[in-house]
């Protein structure tokens, strides 16, 4: 059964950090690719950064370019995102992502919320 639990959001000033956590089971997080999505109120959902299976190859979203990181830990089968110098438009409830696409199937995890305000 595989499951996604993120962690780690919360309030923050502009130009704070915060390291957002996923921790996966089920599954084995360096087998699979995995994404970072976020959806702000009345906005649609969008995809913020990735992972790659073998090799572990990124992308970013251009808005969050040079600012968040995402990376994992194997031994701890999880996933993070580094988000730093955080500005207000980054508010938004990020949510942890994997699937098979051979199997359509696609799993979420409950979101985590991330505020930017002073």
């Known amino acids: 059964q595989v499951q996604l639990v993120e962690s780690g959001g919360g309030l923050v000033q502009p130009g704070g950090s915060l390291r957002l956590s996923c921790a996966a089971s089920?599954?084995?997080?360096?087998?699979?690719?995995m994404s970072w999505y976020r959806q702000a109120p009345g906005k649609e959902r969008e995809l913020v950064a990735a992972?790659?299976?073998?090799?572990?190859?990124?992308k970013y979203a251009d808005s969050v370019k040079g600012r968040f990181t995402i990376s994992r830990d194997t031994a701890k089968n999880t996933m993070y995102l580094q988000v730093n110098s955080l500005k207000p438009e980054d508010t938004a409830v990020y949510y942890c992502?994997?699937?098979?696409?051979?199997?359509?199937?696609?799993?979420w995890g409950q979101g985590t919320q991330v505020t930017v305000s002073s």
């Open positions: 992502h994997t699937g098979w696409i051979a199997a359509s199937v696609d799993y």
């Open positions: 089920g599954f084995t997080v360096s087998e699979n690719a």
């Open positions: 992972i790659s299976a073998a090799g572990g190859i990124t």
